[in-house]
């Protein structure tokens, strides 16, 4: 399966398919240097069969997901890029979730004032998201996503199955972002949900990078229809921060969605998020909460646009005075 996604002047593919890592020289011809960031958290076999048929000089910067997201591993592998005499016709590899993705992605926009970039994300979560929309960020004196960029990669390329030696917990997680998709943007992807998930995954995956594709086609840069995709997150983001990011982002996101939503909308939400097995209640003093909230990029003048969804597939602002944040 093949996505063309059309992003101001430029296009890349979106390959989804099974054991294809070992074909990436048949969807991009690859250059004489390549350096592959790599999740050490993912098999080496993956690795191996990405490497298998890339006939250049290949360099593995090995990183250590969200730990790594910093601006001390940033350093390092810029570091190792002019060490090793990369020029900006050579690539990057991100292969690994979300935050291997952002990395690579931000180390790419920035070197050399742009370098090619490929993803091969092998989390449900950075295949429809992190790997989707050319958002790129590493986290900075403790703030999430901070320092960060706007870059497209060159293809992005989604081996499902990667997902087989995937943790239950972090497979499910990642889903929580498919579903919220589905909430704000197409009702036939949100009562997937509520047949069989592991045998529907691939429409998951497909009907998810359609729906977030909609909204970066017509807003790359985030001045209007993008910021639907921010549905749950600014709660969401306070409470990772809160808790000194020891709730995951799946369940702070799922956190947000829940205080948000009301009547049968929440309860079926609920149902899912029951399902998923990812935990969406948290006992949280709001006036705690409100301080993270403060410190989001996306306030102004003590203002908040916060995204709300009454109605399946119709999100809308609402402009509000951070104070006035009730749940």
Not at 244 to 258: D, L, Q, T, W
Request: net charge negative; glycine share 6%.
């Amino acid at each position: 399966m093949e996505i063309i996604s059309k992003v101001l002047d430029k296009e890349y593919k979106i390959v989804i398919g099974r054991n294809i890592l070992k074909d990436i020289n048949k969807y991009y011809v690859l250059p004489n240097k390549v350096m592959i960031i790599y999740d050490e958290g993912v098999s080496v076999d993956y690795l191996d069969s990405l490497t298998s048929n890339i006939l250049g000089e290949v360099y593995v910067f090995a990183s250590l997901a969200e730990k790594s997201k910093n601006i001390e591993t940033y350093s390092a592998i810029i570091r190792q890029l002019i060490k090793s005499e990369f020029s900006r016709s050579d690539l990057i590899i991100a292969l690994g979730g979300g935050a291997t993705c952002d990395l690579a992605g931000f180390v790419a926009s920035s070197y050399k004032r742009g370098i090619n970039l490929i993803f091969s994300p092998t989390t449900t979560l950075s295949m429809v998201d992190a790997s989707i929309g050319g958002k790129n960020a590493i986290d900075f004196s403790g703030i999430k996503n901070s320092v960060g960029s706007f870059y497209l990669p060159k293809l992005v390329l989604i081996d499902l199955d990667t997902l087989s030696s995937l943790d239950k917990k972090i497979y499910n997680e990642g889903l929580v972002e498919a579903f919220k998709m589905g909430l704000i943007k197409d009702k036939s992807l949100f009562d997937l949900f509520f047949g069989v998930i592991n045998k529907n995954i691939e429409e998951i995956i497909i009907k998810s990078i359609n729906a977030k594709n909609s909204f970066v086609e017509r807003d790359f840069y985030d001045k209007g229809v993008r910021k639907y995709l921010n549905f749950g997150h600014t709660l969401a983001h306070a409470l990772e921060a809160y808790s000194n990011y020891e709730v995951s982002h799946a369940s702070a996101v799922a956190f947000g969605i829940i205080k948000l939503l009301k009547g049968d909308l929440k309860e079926k939400t609920k149902e899912i998020f029951d399902k998923l097995e990812v935990r969406y209640e948290f006992d949280v003093d709001l006036c705690e909460l409100i301080k993270f909230i403060k410190q989001d990029k996306k306030i102004e003048d003590d203002y908040l646009d916060l995204v709300l969804v009454e109605e399946i597939e119709k999100p809308f602002i609402k402009r509000v005075k951070i104070e006035e944040i009730k749940f």
